[in-house]
Protein backbone atom coordinates (compact mmCIF):
# COMPACT_ATOMS: atom_id res chain seq x y z
CA UNK A 1 0.00 0.00 0.00
CA UNK A 2 2.97 2.31 0.72
CA UNK A 3 2.46 5.77 2.05
CA UNK A 4 0.64 7.74 -0.81
CA UNK A 5 -2.26 7.59 0.38
CA UNK A 6 -1.25 8.67 3.83
CA UNK A 7 -0.26 11.56 2.71
CA UNK A 8 -2.87 12.18 0.31
CA UNK A 9 -5.23 12.64 3.29
CA UNK A 10 -3.39 15.48 5.69
CA UNK A 11 -2.14 18.92 5.17
CA UNK A 12 1.48 18.42 6.86
CA UNK A 13 1.45 22.09 7.12
CA UNK A 14 -1.60 22.28 9.09
CA UNK A 15 -1.30 18.50 11.13
CA UNK A 16 1.52 17.55 13.61
CA UNK A 17 1.75 14.38 12.32
CA UNK A 18 5.10 13.33 11.12
CA UNK A 19 5.08 13.14 7.06
CA UNK A 20 7.24 10.06 6.91
CA UNK A 21 9.19 8.10 4.95
CA UNK A 22 9.43 4.09 4.19
CA UNK A 23 12.21 2.51 5.89
CA UNK A 24 14.63 0.62 4.38
CA UNK A 25 14.22 -2.26 6.72
CA UNK A 26 11.87 -4.36 8.45
CA UNK A 27 12.37 -3.86 12.23
CA UNK A 28 9.88 -5.22 14.23
CA UNK A 29 7.96 -2.44 16.73
CA UNK A 30 4.34 -2.46 17.08
CA UNK A 31 2.57 0.53 19.05
CA UNK A 32 -1.13 0.94 20.07
CA UNK A 33 -2.45 4.57 19.65
CA UNK A 34 -6.09 5.71 21.37
CA UNK A 35 -7.47 8.04 19.21
CA UNK A 36 -10.65 10.44 20.14
CA UNK A 37 -11.68 11.00 16.30
CA UNK A 38 -15.27 11.73 15.30
CA UNK A 39 -15.47 7.95 17.08
CA UNK A 40 -12.71 7.10 19.57
CA UNK A 41 -11.14 3.78 19.00
CA UNK A 42 -7.98 2.44 19.08
CA UNK A 43 -5.25 1.85 16.24
CA UNK A 44 -3.18 -1.14 16.17
CA UNK A 45 0.25 -0.89 14.13
CA UNK A 46 2.55 -3.36 13.22
CA UNK A 47 6.14 -2.93 11.34
CA UNK A 48 6.08 -4.64 8.02
CA UNK A 49 7.49 -3.99 5.07
CA UNK A 50 9.30 -0.64 6.08
CA UNK A 51 5.77 0.46 7.17
CA UNK A 52 3.39 0.44 9.96
CA UNK A 53 0.33 -1.63 8.67
CA UNK A 54 -2.40 -0.04 10.38
CA UNK A 55 -6.07 -1.42 11.63
CA UNK A 56 -8.68 0.75 14.04
CA UNK A 57 -9.96 -1.18 16.47
CA UNK A 58 -13.16 0.34 17.27
CA UNK A 59 -13.43 -0.87 20.89
CA UNK A 60 -10.08 -1.31 21.32
CA UNK A 61 -8.52 -4.85 22.30
CA UNK A 62 -9.46 -7.28 25.36
CA UNK A 63 -7.64 -10.05 26.90
CA UNK A 64 -10.88 -12.14 26.91
CA UNK A 65 -9.87 -14.51 24.11
CA UNK A 66 -13.93 -14.82 23.52
CA UNK A 67 -14.62 -11.25 22.26
CA UNK A 68 -13.15 -10.95 18.73
CA UNK A 69 -12.61 -7.03 18.33
CA UNK A 70 -13.46 -5.47 15.20
CA UNK A 71 -10.29 -4.58 13.27
CA UNK A 72 -10.88 -2.17 10.22
CA UNK A 73 -7.42 -1.93 8.29
CA UNK A 74 -6.53 1.21 7.08
CA UNK A 75 -3.70 3.23 5.17
CA UNK A 76 -0.08 2.48 6.29
CA UNK A 77 1.24 5.01 8.46
CA UNK A 78 5.20 6.34 8.69
CA UNK A 79 7.35 4.52 11.02
CA UNK A 80 7.91 7.86 12.71
CA UNK A 81 4.09 8.05 13.60
CA UNK A 82 5.00 5.54 16.46
CA UNK A 83 6.24 8.84 18.41
CA UNK A 84 3.22 10.72 17.65
CA UNK A 85 1.28 12.02 20.47
CA UNK A 86 -0.58 14.94 20.30
CA UNK A 87 -3.64 16.66 19.05
CA UNK A 88 -4.55 16.52 15.45
CA UNK A 89 -6.65 19.96 14.45
CA UNK A 90 -10.46 19.63 13.53
CA UNK A 91 -11.32 19.77 10.40
CA UNK A 92 -8.00 17.58 9.18
CA UNK A 93 -8.30 14.17 8.38
CA UNK A 94 -8.75 12.10 12.04
CA UNK A 95 -9.01 15.42 13.78
CA UNK A 96 -8.70 14.64 17.67
CA UNK A 97 -6.30 13.62 20.55
CA UNK A 98 -4.19 10.67 20.28
CA UNK A 99 -2.33 8.62 23.02
CA UNK A 100 0.40 6.04 22.63
CA UNK A 101 -1.21 3.90 24.67
CA UNK A 102 0.73 0.93 24.29
CA UNK A 103 4.57 -0.18 22.43
CA UNK A 104 6.70 -2.61 22.48
CA UNK A 105 8.15 -5.45 19.94
CA UNK A 106 5.98 -7.67 18.23
CA UNK A 107 7.46 -11.40 16.96
CA UNK A 108 5.51 -13.24 14.28
CA UNK A 109 4.47 -17.01 14.05
CA UNK A 110 5.54 -17.89 10.21
CA UNK A 111 6.49 -15.57 7.57
CA UNK A 112 4.26 -12.51 8.49
CA UNK A 113 4.48 -11.52 4.35
CA UNK A 114 2.51 -14.60 4.03
CA UNK A 115 0.08 -14.03 6.44
CA UNK A 116 -0.58 -10.43 5.92
CA UNK A 117 -1.25 -11.90 2.37
CA UNK A 118 -3.61 -14.48 3.21
CA UNK A 119 -5.50 -12.67 6.12
CA UNK A 120 -4.30 -14.46 9.23
CA UNK A 121 -1.23 -13.29 11.20
CA UNK A 122 -0.41 -14.85 14.70
CA UNK A 123 2.03 -13.12 16.77
CA UNK A 124 3.45 -12.38 20.22
CA UNK A 125 3.06 -8.83 21.57
CA UNK A 126 5.43 -7.64 24.17
CA UNK A 127 4.30 -4.78 25.13
CA UNK A 128 4.29 -2.57 28.28
CA UNK A 129 0.15 -3.21 28.68
CA UNK A 130 -0.21 -6.07 26.01
CA UNK A 131 1.75 -9.37 26.23
CA UNK A 132 1.08 -13.05 24.67
CA UNK A 133 0.11 -14.37 21.36
CA UNK A 134 -2.65 -12.69 19.24
CA UNK A 135 -4.39 -13.19 16.11
CA UNK A 136 -5.71 -10.68 13.09
CA UNK A 137 -7.87 -12.62 10.84
CA UNK A 138 -9.48 -11.13 7.75
CA UNK A 139 -13.08 -11.12 7.28
CA UNK A 140 -14.86 -12.01 3.87
CA UNK A 141 -16.40 -8.87 2.21
CA UNK A 142 -20.01 -8.64 2.32
CA UNK A 143 -21.62 -7.58 -1.32
CA UNK A 144 -21.14 -4.05 -2.00
CA UNK A 145 -18.61 -3.33 1.33
CA UNK A 146 -15.90 -1.28 0.81
CA UNK A 147 -14.06 -1.69 3.89
CA UNK A 148 -11.54 -4.02 4.58
CA UNK A 149 -12.89 -5.79 7.86
CA UNK A 150 -10.44 -8.00 10.56
CA UNK A 151 -11.20 -9.36 13.86
CA UNK A 152 -8.22 -9.21 16.67
CA UNK A 153 -8.18 -12.14 18.76
CA UNK A 154 -6.66 -12.50 22.12
CA UNK A 155 -5.22 -16.48 22.03
CA UNK A 156 -5.62 -18.26 25.70
CA UNK A 157 -2.31 -18.36 27.49
CA UNK A 158 -1.35 -17.04 30.52
CA UNK A 159 -1.77 -13.37 29.71
CA UNK A 160 -5.55 -13.89 28.99
CA UNK A 161 -8.10 -13.04 31.17
CA UNK A 162 -11.37 -13.91 31.98
CA UNK A 163 -14.98 -11.89 31.52
CA UNK A 164 -15.40 -10.99 34.49
CA UNK A 165 -11.85 -10.42 35.08
CA UNK A 166 -10.91 -6.64 34.94
CA UNK A 167 -10.46 -4.79 31.54
CA UNK A 168 -6.90 -3.87 30.10
CA UNK A 169 -8.60 -0.47 28.61
CA UNK A 170 -10.22 0.58 31.92
CA UNK A 171 -6.71 -0.98 34.19
CA UNK A 172 -4.34 0.77 32.11
CA UNK A 173 -5.72 4.24 31.07
CA UNK A 174 -2.29 6.44 30.57
CA UNK A 175 0.11 6.85 28.43
CA UNK A 176 2.69 4.33 28.17
CA UNK A 177 5.25 6.55 26.78
CA UNK A 178 4.35 9.94 28.64
CA UNK A 179 1.87 8.99 31.62
CA UNK A 180 -0.68 11.44 30.68
CA UNK A 181 -4.39 10.64 30.21
CA UNK A 182 -6.35 12.83 26.97
CA UNK A 183 -7.16 15.73 28.56
CA UNK A 184 -3.91 16.31 29.36
CA UNK A 185 -2.33 15.77 26.09
CA UNK A 186 -5.26 17.85 24.48
CA UNK A 187 -4.23 20.79 27.07
CA UNK A 188 -0.54 20.42 26.44
CA UNK A 189 -1.40 21.29 23.21
CA UNK A 190 -3.79 23.94 23.44
CA UNK A 191 -0.87 25.01 25.63
CA UNK A 192 1.45 24.88 22.64
CA UNK A 193 -1.44 26.23 20.10
CA UNK A 194 -1.36 29.52 22.48
CA UNK A 195 2.98 30.12 22.36
CA UNK A 196 2.51 28.90 25.90
CA UNK A 197 5.28 26.51 27.51
CA UNK A 198 2.84 23.48 28.21
CA UNK A 199 1.91 22.13 31.31
CA UNK A 200 -0.19 19.49 33.07
CA UNK A 201 -3.50 20.94 34.09
CA UNK A 202 -4.94 20.41 36.90
CA UNK A 203 -8.38 22.10 38.13
CA UNK A 204 -7.58 21.52 41.63
CA UNK A 205 -3.90 23.16 41.81
CA UNK A 206 -3.87 27.16 42.97
CA UNK A 207 -4.07 29.52 39.83
CA UNK A 208 -0.95 30.93 40.97
CA UNK A 209 1.80 27.69 41.41
CA UNK A 210 3.81 28.75 38.61
CA UNK A 211 4.69 31.86 40.49
CA UNK A 212 5.13 30.89 43.90
CA UNK A 213 8.72 31.29 45.82
CA UNK A 214 11.05 28.82 45.20
CA UNK A 215 13.27 27.90 48.75
CA UNK A 216 15.61 25.59 49.63
CA UNK A 217 15.67 21.81 50.73
CA UNK A 218 18.03 22.04 54.14
CA UNK A 219 17.70 19.42 56.48
CA UNK A 220 19.88 16.82 58.78
CA UNK A 221 20.55 13.39 56.97
CA UNK A 222 20.38 10.53 59.01
CA UNK A 223 23.64 9.67 61.44
CA UNK A 224 26.00 12.33 62.13
CA UNK A 225 26.24 14.27 58.92
CA UNK A 226 25.98 17.92 59.35
CA UNK A 227 22.72 20.13 57.69
CA UNK A 228 22.89 20.35 53.80
CA UNK A 229 21.31 22.84 51.49
CA UNK A 230 19.78 20.80 48.01
CA UNK A 231 20.53 22.40 44.73
CA UNK A 232 16.74 21.80 44.21
CA UNK A 233 14.20 24.17 45.10
CA UNK A 234 10.59 23.67 46.55
CA UNK A 235 7.32 25.74 45.71
CA UNK A 236 4.62 25.57 48.17
CA UNK A 237 6.26 23.29 50.40
CA UNK A 238 3.64 22.89 52.29
CA UNK A 239 1.51 21.13 50.09
CA UNK A 240 0.14 18.22 52.06
CA UNK A 241 1.43 15.64 50.19
CA UNK A 242 -0.51 12.49 53.25
CA UNK A 243 -3.41 14.42 54.45
CA UNK A 244 -4.04 11.33 56.94
CA UNK A 245 -0.89 11.75 59.09
CA UNK A 246 0.29 15.35 57.72
CA UNK A 247 2.80 14.75 55.27
CA UNK A 248 3.67 18.19 53.59
CA UNK A 249 6.18 18.35 50.42
CA UNK A 250 8.59 19.82 52.81
CA UNK A 251 8.42 16.60 54.66
CA UNK A 252 8.86 14.51 51.95
CA UNK A 253 12.36 16.04 50.72
CA UNK A 254 13.32 16.02 54.29
CA UNK A 255 12.81 12.15 55.00
CA UNK A 256 14.48 11.73 51.29
CA UNK A 257 17.45 13.47 52.78
CA UNK A 258 17.61 11.90 56.15
CA UNK A 259 17.93 8.54 54.47
CA UNK A 260 19.53 8.95 51.31
CA UNK A 261 23.00 7.21 52.44
CA UNK A 262 20.76 4.49 53.05
CA UNK A 263 18.69 4.24 49.86
CA UNK A 264 21.50 5.93 47.41
CA UNK A 265 23.04 2.56 46.50
CA UNK A 266 19.71 1.57 45.04
CA UNK A 267 17.98 4.09 43.11
CA UNK A 268 21.81 5.90 41.58
CA UNK A 269 22.63 4.67 38.24
CA UNK A 270 19.08 2.93 37.75
CA UNK A 271 16.25 3.52 35.17
CA UNK A 272 13.72 4.78 37.33
CA UNK A 273 9.78 4.88 36.93
CA UNK A 274 7.45 7.34 39.20
CA UNK A 275 4.20 7.81 40.64
CA UNK A 276 3.13 11.26 40.28
CA UNK A 277 0.34 12.67 42.57
CA UNK A 278 0.65 16.09 42.43
CA UNK A 279 -2.30 17.00 44.75
CA UNK A 280 -1.73 13.97 47.24
CA UNK A 281 -1.99 10.58 47.91
CA UNK A 282 -5.77 10.53 47.73
CA UNK A 283 -5.95 12.15 44.60
CA UNK A 284 -5.43 11.18 41.20
CA UNK A 285 -1.98 9.72 40.44
CA UNK A 286 -0.60 8.34 36.85
CA UNK A 287 2.51 6.10 36.19
CA UNK A 288 5.73 7.70 34.53
CA UNK A 289 8.61 6.09 32.79
CA UNK A 290 9.87 8.55 30.30
CA UNK A 291 11.34 12.24 30.51
CA UNK A 292 8.16 14.68 30.20
CA UNK A 293 6.75 18.17 30.82
CA UNK A 294 6.18 18.39 34.30
CA UNK A 295 9.97 17.05 35.84
CA UNK A 296 12.90 19.28 36.23
CA UNK A 297 14.89 17.22 33.19
CA UNK A 298 17.65 19.49 34.69
CA UNK A 299 18.51 17.69 37.52
CA UNK A 300 18.11 14.08 36.60
CA UNK A 301 19.89 11.72 34.31
CA UNK A 302 18.71 11.29 31.13
CA UNK A 303 18.55 7.21 29.65
CA UNK A 304 18.49 7.10 25.82
CA UNK A 305 16.29 4.04 25.04
CA UNK A 306 16.51 2.49 21.91
CA UNK A 307 13.24 3.82 20.14
CA UNK A 308 14.28 7.31 21.02
CA UNK A 309 12.59 7.65 24.18
CA UNK A 310 14.85 9.10 27.22
CA UNK A 311 14.37 7.27 30.66
CA UNK A 312 14.78 8.56 34.03
CA UNK A 313 17.65 8.01 36.20
CA UNK A 314 19.44 10.19 39.38
CA UNK A 315 23.08 10.81 39.92
CA UNK A 316 22.41 12.63 43.43
CA UNK A 317 19.96 13.65 46.54
CA UNK A 318 19.19 16.68 44.00
CA UNK A 319 17.71 14.50 41.48
CA UNK A 320 15.24 13.22 43.77
CA UNK A 321 14.41 16.54 45.39
CA UNK A 322 13.44 17.77 41.79
CA UNK A 323 11.05 14.47 41.78
CA UNK A 324 9.33 15.31 45.02
CA UNK A 325 8.73 18.60 43.91
CA UNK A 326 7.26 17.28 40.72
CA UNK A 327 4.70 15.50 43.19
CA UNK A 328 6.56 11.90 42.89
CA UNK A 329 5.11 10.03 45.79
CA UNK A 330 6.62 6.46 44.96
CA UNK A 331 9.83 5.81 42.72
CA UNK A 332 10.28 2.51 40.89
CA UNK A 333 13.43 0.97 39.77
CA UNK A 334 14.24 -1.35 37.01
CA UNK A 335 16.34 -4.54 37.68
CA UNK A 336 19.49 -3.13 36.20
CA UNK A 337 21.79 -0.31 35.55
CA UNK A 338 21.69 2.17 32.90
CA UNK A 339 25.23 0.92 31.74
CA UNK A 340 23.54 -2.93 31.32
CA UNK A 341 19.81 -2.08 29.99
CA UNK A 342 19.82 -5.43 28.16
CA UNK A 343 20.95 -7.56 31.10
CA UNK A 344 19.51 -7.86 34.68
CA UNK A 345 21.69 -7.68 37.74
CA UNK A 346 18.56 -7.96 40.55
CA UNK A 347 15.64 -10.03 40.68
CA UNK A 348 12.30 -9.16 42.41
CA UNK A 349 9.74 -11.77 43.68
CA UNK A 350 7.13 -9.48 44.45
CA UNK A 351 4.41 -11.33 46.79
CA UNK A 352 1.35 -10.32 46.77
CA UNK A 353 -1.74 -11.57 49.12
CA UNK A 354 -5.23 -12.49 47.36
CA UNK A 355 -8.29 -11.58 49.35
CA UNK A 356 -8.65 -14.03 52.75
CA UNK A 357 -4.75 -14.21 53.08
CA UNK A 358 -3.50 -13.32 56.29
CA UNK A 359 -0.16 -12.03 57.10
CA UNK A 360 1.69 -15.30 58.44
CA UNK A 361 1.37 -16.74 55.10
CA UNK A 362 2.85 -14.20 53.26
CA UNK A 363 5.78 -14.30 55.74
CA UNK A 364 5.73 -18.47 55.17
CA UNK A 365 6.13 -17.83 51.55
CA UNK A 366 9.06 -15.31 51.52
CA UNK A 367 10.74 -17.75 53.56
CA UNK A 368 9.82 -21.16 50.71
CA UNK A 369 11.09 -18.41 48.40
CA UNK A 370 14.47 -18.02 50.53
CA UNK A 371 14.23 -21.85 50.85
CA UNK A 372 14.44 -22.58 46.76
CA UNK A 373 17.16 -19.94 46.53
CA UNK A 374 19.22 -21.21 49.20
CA UNK A 375 18.46 -24.48 47.82
CA UNK A 376 20.58 -23.64 44.35
CA UNK A 377 23.39 -21.75 46.18
CA UNK A 378 21.95 -18.15 45.95
CA UNK A 379 21.47 -16.03 48.80
CA UNK A 380 18.50 -13.28 48.53
CA UNK A 381 17.41 -10.20 50.57
CA UNK A 382 14.15 -9.10 51.92
CA UNK A 383 12.22 -5.64 52.15
CA UNK A 384 8.90 -4.73 52.76
CA UNK A 385 6.50 -3.69 49.84
CA UNK A 386 5.31 -0.90 51.69
CA UNK A 387 1.78 -2.46 50.56
CA UNK A 388 0.37 -5.44 51.99
CA UNK A 389 3.28 -8.13 50.28
CA UNK A 390 6.97 -8.76 50.72
CA UNK A 391 9.70 -8.34 48.03
CA UNK A 392 12.57 -11.66 47.93
CA UNK A 393 15.13 -9.92 46.20
CA UNK A 394 18.13 -11.87 44.19
CA UNK A 395 21.14 -9.52 43.32
CA UNK A 396 23.37 -11.51 40.09
CA UNK A 397 25.39 -11.46 38.09
CA UNK A 398 24.47 -9.39 34.60
CA UNK A 399 22.21 -11.87 32.93
CA UNK A 400 19.92 -11.63 29.67
CA UNK A 401 16.24 -10.66 30.35
CA UNK A 402 15.04 -13.74 29.05
CA UNK A 403 17.25 -15.79 31.22
CA UNK A 404 16.74 -14.33 33.88
CA UNK A 405 12.66 -14.62 33.85
CA UNK A 406 12.93 -17.47 32.77
CA UNK A 407 14.78 -18.91 35.59
CA UNK A 408 12.17 -16.38 38.28
CA UNK A 409 9.23 -18.26 36.18
CA UNK A 410 10.74 -21.58 37.19
CA UNK A 411 10.75 -21.19 41.07
CA UNK A 412 7.41 -19.32 41.00
CA UNK A 413 5.64 -22.17 38.98
CA UNK A 414 7.88 -24.81 41.54
CA UNK A 415 5.76 -23.52 44.12
CA UNK A 416 2.53 -23.82 42.75
CA UNK A 417 2.89 -26.93 41.93
CA UNK A 418 3.97 -28.00 45.30
CA UNK A 419 1.06 -25.90 46.81
CA UNK A 420 -2.21 -25.21 44.29
CA UNK A 421 -4.41 -23.89 46.93
CA UNK A 422 -2.31 -21.45 48.61
CA UNK A 423 -0.02 -19.74 45.35
CA UNK A 424 -0.63 -18.77 41.95
CA UNK A 425 1.90 -17.00 38.93
CA UNK A 426 -1.17 -16.06 37.22
CA UNK A 427 -1.48 -12.20 37.22
CA UNK A 428 -5.55 -12.74 36.79
CA UNK A 429 -7.20 -11.51 39.81
CA UNK A 430 -10.02 -14.35 39.75
CA UNK A 431 -7.11 -16.65 40.28
CA UNK A 432 -6.16 -14.73 43.49
CA UNK A 433 -8.60 -15.30 45.95
CA UNK A 434 -7.21 -17.24 48.89
CA UNK A 435 -4.06 -17.52 47.23
CA UNK A 436 -0.42 -15.51 47.19
CA UNK A 437 0.57 -14.12 43.44
CA UNK A 438 4.37 -15.02 43.45
CA UNK A 439 4.75 -12.03 40.68
CA UNK A 440 7.92 -13.07 38.55
CA UNK A 441 6.94 -11.03 36.12
CA UNK A 442 8.83 -7.97 37.47
CA UNK A 443 11.37 -9.42 36.15
CA UNK A 444 11.89 -8.24 32.05
CA UNK A 445 13.34 -5.14 30.63
CA UNK A 446 10.67 -2.81 30.94
CA UNK A 447 9.04 -3.88 34.12
CA UNK A 448 9.46 -2.23 37.92
CA UNK A 449 9.01 -2.84 41.14
CA UNK A 450 9.28 -0.13 44.08
CA UNK A 451 12.54 1.31 45.43
CA UNK A 452 14.06 0.63 48.62
CA UNK A 453 13.06 3.07 51.17
CA UNK A 454 10.61 5.08 48.76
CA UNK A 455 6.93 5.91 49.84
CA UNK A 456 4.13 4.67 48.83
CA UNK A 457 1.12 6.73 47.85
CA UNK A 458 -1.00 4.85 50.64
CA UNK A 459 -2.50 5.84 53.23
CA UNK A 460 0.08 6.80 56.32
CA UNK A 461 3.05 7.08 53.82
CA UNK A 462 4.32 3.63 54.51
CA UNK A 463 7.79 3.07 52.69
CA UNK A 464 9.01 -0.11 51.12
CA UNK A 465 11.73 -1.06 54.14
CA UNK A 466 14.66 -3.49 53.64
CA UNK A 467 14.69 -5.76 56.76
CA UNK A 468 17.03 -9.00 57.97
CA UNK A 469 15.51 -12.10 57.90
CA UNK A 470 16.01 -12.66 61.44
CA UNK A 471 13.28 -9.88 61.57
CA UNK A 472 10.67 -11.01 59.45
CA UNK A 473 8.85 -13.11 62.77
CA UNK A 474 8.12 -10.15 64.60
CA UNK A 475 7.07 -7.77 61.72
CA UNK A 476 3.41 -7.41 62.20
CA UNK A 477 2.67 -5.85 58.80
CA UNK A 478 4.25 -4.66 55.56
CA UNK A 479 3.24 -1.26 56.22
CA UNK A 480 4.81 -1.47 59.33
CA UNK A 481 7.25 1.52 58.28
CA UNK A 482 6.76 4.78 57.30
CA UNK A 483 8.43 7.99 56.53
CA UNK A 484 7.17 9.42 60.55
CA UNK A 485 9.38 6.26 61.89
CA UNK A 486 11.40 5.07 59.34
CA UNK A 487 14.51 7.54 60.46
CA UNK A 488 14.27 6.58 64.10
CA UNK A 489 14.68 2.84 63.13
CA UNK A 490 17.76 3.78 60.74
CA UNK A 491 19.58 5.72 64.06
CA UNK A 492 19.58 2.54 66.01
CA UNK A 493 20.36 0.00 63.27
CA UNK A 494 24.13 -1.32 64.02
CA UNK A 495 24.44 -3.32 60.49
CA UNK A 496 22.52 -2.65 57.33
CA UNK A 497 20.40 -5.46 56.27
CA UNK A 498 21.22 -4.82 52.98
CA UNK A 499 25.15 -4.38 53.55
CA UNK A 500 26.45 -7.24 50.55
CA UNK A 501 23.93 -6.72 48.24
CA UNK A 502 25.64 -4.32 45.74
CA UNK A 503 28.83 -6.34 46.18
CA UNK A 504 27.31 -9.90 45.45
CA UNK A 505 27.65 -11.21 41.32
CA UNK A 506 25.64 -14.53 41.33
CA UNK A 507 25.23 -16.74 38.28
CA UNK A 508 22.10 -18.44 37.96
CA UNK A 509 21.97 -21.86 38.40
CA UNK A 510 22.62 -23.97 34.11
CA UNK A 511 19.71 -25.17 33.35
CA UNK A 512 17.60 -23.46 35.81
CA UNK A 513 17.17 -20.53 33.77
Not at 174 to 182: E, F, I
Not at 463 to 479: C, H, K, M, Q
Amino acid sequence: MGLQTYRTKRRFDITPEPRGKTGRCSGKAFVIQKHAARRLHYDLRLELGGVMKSWAVTRGPSLVPNEKRLAVHVEDHPIEYNKFEGTIPQGQYGGGTVMIWDRGRWKPEGDPHKGYREGHLSFHLDGKKLRGLWHLVRMHKKSGEKRENWLLIKAHDEEARGPRDPDILEEEPLSAATGRNMEEIAGTQDAVARGNKPVKKNARRPAKAAKARPIPVKTKAAGRHPAKESASKLTHPDRVYWQDVGITKQGLAEYYTRVWKWMAPHVVGRVLALVRCPEGATADCFFQKHASAGVDKNRLHLVAEPDGDESISVDDLDGVISLVQAGVLEIHTRGTTIDHLEEADRLVFDLDPGPGVGWKGVIAAAREVRERLTAVGLKSFLKTSGGKGLHVVLPIRYTPWDEAKDFCRGIAEQMVAGAPDRYTATAKKSARANRIFVDYLRNSREATAVAPYSTRARPGAPVSTPIAWEELGSLPSSDRYTVLNLPQRLSHLHKDPWKDIGRLKQALPAGRR
